[in-house]
Structure formats: structure tokens, C-alpha cells
């Protein structure tokens, strides 16, 4: 049996939770189901989440991590005594560390609609014996944030001492505290903003057009066959673009060739920028579903916190 | 018969040129063929080029008009009496214009490499006799230049005014600057730079991969079949991200819905933004050659000014 102290981490940051274990909560059985924010039902609905840290006896030491859009439940610890890699944010939740597990019980659940363990496009229908793809509903970052709340209601927890979150996990911190405020004693949005820009909706639609125009999609009905991966590839090149900044990228690959010294006059990727989007395209599709990134940037797009509770459109 | 006169501009930006005339020049007939800055060598090489106003017997008064990535020579005029629409800078170049072809003799050439008149991956390849599509070689600025120092050989000019271009245009500019420094009196580079940054690079590759991802594309050999219409839109799309900033983004379109008053609660185009790039791509394919767009995206991205004229890369 391997200890949580055997789990140093390497570069330093402290002592991982060690091993944990990604749960599984089904709520909104039929004839109870959820009625999202569009108007359509959608259950069962199962909710992938990871806890850390022990719940004290007012159950008052909660914190609740939100993740971002092809993030996923397990912030921290390891799978498995030989699981080579920590949860995504090791470097932050662990004891001793910013978000200290020897204080503070700490929850994450994959977001309603991704392909992470929580019900999204990907999942069974059970109403057909087959993957729900388009007639999956679309859901919100309202609806996001109620399966969480059932999530905590589950766990008997009334109050988080904070939500934390970056990018469109920030959005669901901002919709928890227009949601449920009496629940929340603090929120650390990170990186997000309460409504996108015409950029933001852009660049997502764009992506979006991408995993479409892959005739592997087939409108979304590509289970029983060959994934569109050239279209899902193709959509995280474009989010990558929006992952750094002019600058950053300038710093970071600048014009510098890829293993060689001139330009090889044809249409292979001499930049280093160019082999880093092809490699985080081609990375990406191993572990994320095409359908889910439809879904989850438009729900993003949809988000509109200002508009939500009262203020203009644009 | 039409005159000049009758071509009064409706937008009020004066009289135009009246009708005008695409040309061809046809030189680099082998064996001597243009020795490209790759090593390769090309020909014949036709250069499809317009010319406005008239050039005056020291033969001084030149302009030089160079075009941006997608554009053509058609600055100025109709092309018959019931053309609707005017060359893409009518509003500069014209009697009594900015650039005023009453003074001036203008001379602009679509590039090589493009796909309006003048050779590229879309033309015949006369050694196989079908289009050369990816055995077309790689051209570059400094290429693009060449051919246009030709042309105005051709046409007995040994040193211009000025050389005016946006954009890709800028580039040739800058090129022409550097290139035949004896010949240009005056350049005028409109938003351009020296080289790309790794950003530029990273949004031309990724529609570069928009378009050879499209199973039409047949590596480049589609000139019989259906064309890769979706991945040039798509590339298209990309590109018009680019041609707005985030600033004028909010202002043109902000979050507005689309002939709507709330979402529809699937992948339809519901913002304005959205509707706005599935115009610019669908309206694009009709009227440009995806090979073309992906050896003139290359040939700026290999653009360096100044490490080709003895500057470090990145």
C-alpha cells in the first residue's frame, strides 16, 4: 500500500493528496429530471467528481474547484502508485499548499457535458441504447452550475467557503455567485469574464465549423466509426492561438525554425509554432470528444451574466 | 460607346477611370525560365497586369500599385458599361484622385502565385498539360517582385514614382525597396511589417490546414472534381478573424443576435459575428483558388526582411 508521504512531487511544489479515486453521482432519475435552462429535460445525469481532504463537522470547510473547458474532475493526487501524472492542479490543492487538504475539503466535479465521467453528448441515451451525439440538449453554464449544487446537496454540504476557477471554470464561479449567493462565502475567478466578446464567439465558432466540416462527423453521429480527429485537431489549433498572447508567442517561438536552418520550400511545418499547434491538435483528440466541444464552447458563448440578470445585450 | 466622363462614382468619390482593360505578359519561355529564390525554375510565367492613365514620354511618371493577398490588378474602372462593381481601389486611383491618373501612369500586376491571370498552382502546367496544382513551386516575395521588375521592363520603365501597397502589397513594398533601391523614388507601405510573428504564422497555418484537411483537397489535385469548398471557407473565416481587431469587433457586432430575440439552443449561427464569417467563407470560394491561397499564406509567412538582408531570425 503506497502513503500519501510517498508522494513527493518532483519539482518541489510540496506533497501530493497521493492516490484518489474518481467518484460517480446519478441524480435526476426520470420521472425526475433536470429541466435546463433551454427548456428540455435531460436524465439520469451522472456527475464525475473528486474529493480531497476530509469534510470537518459543520461542514464548513468546503471549497469548490471549477474547471476549465476540456478540463476534468481529478485537480489532484495520482490514480495509481505508478500513474505518471498528478491531477491539473497539484501544484495548487495538496496539504500545505495554496488550497491546503489538511484544512479544507475540497470538491471537483467534470462539468455537465463533457466526455470526463459527468453525462455529455458522449453518453448512452438511455431512451435509445446509443450515444445521445446531437440529441444531447444543449446545455448552459446555468445548467453546469445546478448539477453541481445538486452535487453538493448530495454531499450534505450548505455552504463553500470559496469557488475557485479559471477561464470557463471562472464563468461558473461568477454564475454560482449570481445563483446561489447565500451559499458562497467567497469566489477567485480567474481569467474569465461574464460575457464573451465577438472575438471570443468567433474563434469558437470557427473551431466549431472545423470539428463540422470533418465529413467523419456526420452530423454528430460518429460513434460506431472513425472520429473526426482531422476537425477536432483542427479546432484545438484554433483554441490554441487564443491560449497565448502576441507577445507570449513572440517570446516563446518567435520565427525560430524547427530542427533545421532553412525553409524546406514546401507545406511541411518549418516554424516552431507551427509544430507546437500540430502537436497539441494531434494530442488533443486521444483524450477529448469532438461532440463535448461543440457543446461546451457554446454554452460558453450562450453565457451572458450581465444580460442573465438584467443588462444588455450587447 | 462609353466615355469616361459617364462613370461618375455614386459614393461620390469622384470620376472614374472609365473601362479598363485586363493585359498579359507572358515571359521566362524556356529555356529561360525564372530562377525562383528556392532554386527551382519556372516558365512561361504569364502576369495579368492593368494600366491607368497615361505614361508620359520621360517615362517618369510611374506608380506602382501592388495588391494584397486575395486582390487582383483590377484597381480602377469597369470592365464593360454594365460591370456593377468598380476595381478594389477605385476610391484612390481615378482623374483627379488621390492618386491621380491624370498625372500619374498606374501600373498594378496580380502576383504570381495567385490564381487571377497571372501564373500559379491553378494554371496549366504546359510539361504535363493540366494544372500544376502542388507541383507548382514555392514562390516567394522576393519572387513576386522579380516578376513585376519584369513587367515593367517589358513595358520600357526603369524607375517608378512610388510603390504603394497594404498588407501583402506592403510587403512587396518593402521588398521592392530593398530589391531595386535605383528604381523606387518613393514606397508607401500600408499596414504591413518586415516579417510575420509567430502569431501571423500560427493563424495562416492553421487555415492552411483548414484547407488541406478538406478530403476534397486531394493533396492540391481537385481541378477535376469537386473543389475543398468547406476547408477554403473555413480558411477564410480564419483569416477574417484577423482582419478585425477585438476593439472593432465589439463595435460591428458586439453580442448582437441575428434576426432573432434569443437563442435557438443548437449549432445554428445565432450572433451577428457568427453569421458575418459564414458570409465571408461561403462568399470566398466562388471567387479564389485554395491552392493559391495556401502558396501565397506561405509565401508571407517566409517573408523576413531582415534576415534576409543580414538581420538575426527570430
Redesign the interface.
Known amino acids: 500500500m503506497t502513503t500519501v508521504s510517498e508522494y513527493i512531487d518532483h519539482d518541489q511544489h510540496g506533497v501530493s493528496v497521493g492516490i484518489v479515486e474518481k467518484k460517480f453521482f446519478i441524480f435526476a432519475q426520470p420521472p425526475h429530471e433536470m429541466l435546463l435552462e ?3 429535460k435531460l436524465g439520469p445525469v451522472t456527475i464525475a467528481y473528486e474529493t480531497y481532504g476530509e469534510l470537518d463537522a459543520t461542514k464548513c470547510n468546503v471549497i469548490l474547484v471549477l474547471h476549465a473547458l476540456t478540463g476534468d474532475s481529478h485537480v489532484a493526487g495520482y490514480y495509481s502508485s505508478d500513474d505518471p501524472k498528478p491531477g491539473w492542479w497539484d501544484i495548487m490543492v495538496g496539504p500545505g499548499k495554496a488550497i491546503d487538504t489538511n484544512l479544507y475539503f475540497v470538491v471537483c466535479s467534470n462539468i455537465l457535458g463533457s466526455c470526463m465521467g459527468s453525462t455529455g453528448p458522449s453518453s448512452i441515451n438511455p431512451a435509445a441504447d446509443r450515444p445521445y451525439a ?1 440529441d444531447f ?2 446545455v448552459t453554464l446555468g445548467d453546469m452550475v445546478t448539477a453541481q449544487k445538486a452535487l453538493l446537496d448530495h454531499l450534505g454540504i450548505t455552504r463553500v467557503l470559496s469557488v475557485v476557477g479559471g477561464s470557463l471554470g471562472g464563468m461558473q464561479v461568477l454564475e454560482w455567485t449570481v445563483k446561489y449567493p447565500d451559499m458562497v462565502a467567497s469566489a477567485i475567478p480567474l481569467a474569465t469574464t461574464t ?5 471570443a ?3 469558437n ?2 473551431a ?3 470539428i ?4 467523419n462527423w456526420h452530423n454528430g453521429d460518429y460513434y460506431a466509426g472513425p472520429k473526426p480527429d ?2 477536432l485537431a ?1 479546432a484545438r ?2 483554441g490554441h ?1 487564443t491560449y497565448l498572447s ?1 507577445e507570449s ?2 517570446h ?6 524547427q530542427d533545421r536552418m532553412d ?1 524546406s ?3 511541411d ?1 518549418n ?4 509544430s507546437y ?1 500540430h502537436y497539441q ?1 494531434t494530442k488533443f483528440v486521444d483524450r477529448f470528444d469532438a461532440n463535448s466541444l ?1 457543446y461546451l464552447t ?1 454554452a460558453a ?2 453565457f ?1 451574466l450581465e ?1 442573465q440578470y438584467g443588462g444588455a ?2
Chains 1, 2 share one sequence.
Open positions: 433551454s427548456g428540455a446531437l440538449p444543449l460575457r464573451h466578446s465577438a472575438l464567439i468567433a474563434f465558432e470557427v466549431r465549423q472545423a463540422m466540416a470533418d465529413p482531422l476537425g483542427l489549433m484554433i492561438i502576441d508567442m513572440r516563446k517561438f518567435g520565427r525560430r525554425l525553409f520550400f514546401d507545406f511545418a516554424f516552431q509554432v507551427e499547434l491538435g461543440l457554446k458563448d450562450y451572458d444580460y445585450r450587447p
